[in-house]
């Protein structure tokens, strides 16, 4: 696939590879996803290979809701508006990132949310659980905050609430397809 994307489509091809969640061995007491929304699971490879496209590693932060609006960029589409992603194409011609959007991530009455800082706080409905980690300095989420910093994890949790409140469905006669 690389070879046929280097000779023939090296002016204009793009070839993007990622997954859809990571894989758990025994990290926090779990083997199968998707039990939990830990790093482990949600932390996937973004691999972005073609024209335009500088060689580097980035330790910014992306989420898999920004590969749609970089693909519409790359073509010179405009993302719409409802999108809550943004393009990549700047970080992929090796500029500086520029990202505004709040990092995210959900699943089966879990939900989490990443601040700039390198918090994450984790909000599980179902073991009725808010968990809040400083992932600069615990990427291995063992130590919980919650506890020990209440206005880093009040700040955390608000901004978690505030988003889902604001971009959550709500229309007559919807039900989510999860309920605690």
Known sequence: LLR????????????????????????????????????????????????????????EHVGLIDVGPTILDLFGVPTPAASGGQSLLPILAGRPPALTRPLLAEGRLRRALYTPEGVKVIADERRKVVEVFDLV???????????????????????????FAAHTLKKPGYAPPYKP
């Open 4 to 59: 046929l994307l280097d000779q023939r489509f090296r002016a204009r091809g793009i070839l993007i590879v990622s997954a859809d969640h990571g894989e758990a061995f025994g990290e926090h007491l779990t083997r199968a996803p998707p039990q939990t929304i830990y790093e482990e699971l949600v932390r996937v490879p973004l691999l972005v290979r073609g024209a335009g496209v500088a060689h580097q590693l980035i330790d």
């Open 137 to 163: 300095r615990d990427p291995a989420e063992l130590d919980n905050l919650w506890d020990e910093d209440g206005a880093k994890s009040d700040r955390a949790l608000g901004l978690l609430e505030a988003w």
